[in-house]
């Protein structure tokens, strides 16, 4: 560690591992949505935006010299929906909960570069996540699968193949998974 850089407090290093665990556990989540239900939106790009944010965070991480800790959410321990609309709505609860968690968070520090990641997540998390999963909540109201099943519009279904085809068939956002440890 540089010697201009002084350690972290444990309330700054407690804060970095909440919004990390709450990252993972995001990007976690929404990897298994599109698994179960394909690539569809807005789990797509809001999974990439969940990636991005994990590596700000451990950019932070290494910037101070904390080990980063390991991705703990597996397939097994995240929550599996019966439907693309009870996913999205759990998505609004969970962007809820982030913007609240990096409220309490951003008392932890007074370093500007933590400060920043934690605003830009949060904003990302409030201004852009939650109102993409309330509106795919309310456009979706009683679709009960992907949108490639049984009761998906034909328009629904064609947007998939679109995006399936855009996205080169891949599940995982990003391309790639994150290693679970």
Known sequence: MSALISPL?????QALRDALDDEYHAW??????????????????IC????????????????????????????ATVPRFSSLHQACQAG?????????????????TRRSNI????QRLQTASQERHLPAFQRAA???????AGPTGPT????????????RRRHGGRRQCGGW????T
């Open 152 to 163: 998906a519009s034909a328009d629904d279904r064609g947007r998939g193949v679109a995006r």
């Open 115 to 118: 400060l920043e990641v934690f």
């Open 9 to 13: 407090s444990a309330p700054e290093i």
């Open 28 to 45: 976690a989540t929404y990897s298994q949505v599109l698994d179960d239900f394909g690539p569809v939106q807005p789990f797509l790009n």
């Open 177 to 180: 998974p994150l290693p679970l």
């Open 92 to 108: 609004v609860r969970a962007e809820i909960d982030n913007g609240e968690l990096y409220t309490r968070i951003l008392g932890a």
């Open 48 to 75: 990439d935006s969940e990636q991005s944010h994990i590596q700000a965070l451990q950019r932070l991480f290494q910037r101070y010299n904390v080990p980063i800790p390991s991705n703990p959410w597996g397939t």
């Open 138 to 144: 309310a456009r979706l109201g009683g679709v009960t």
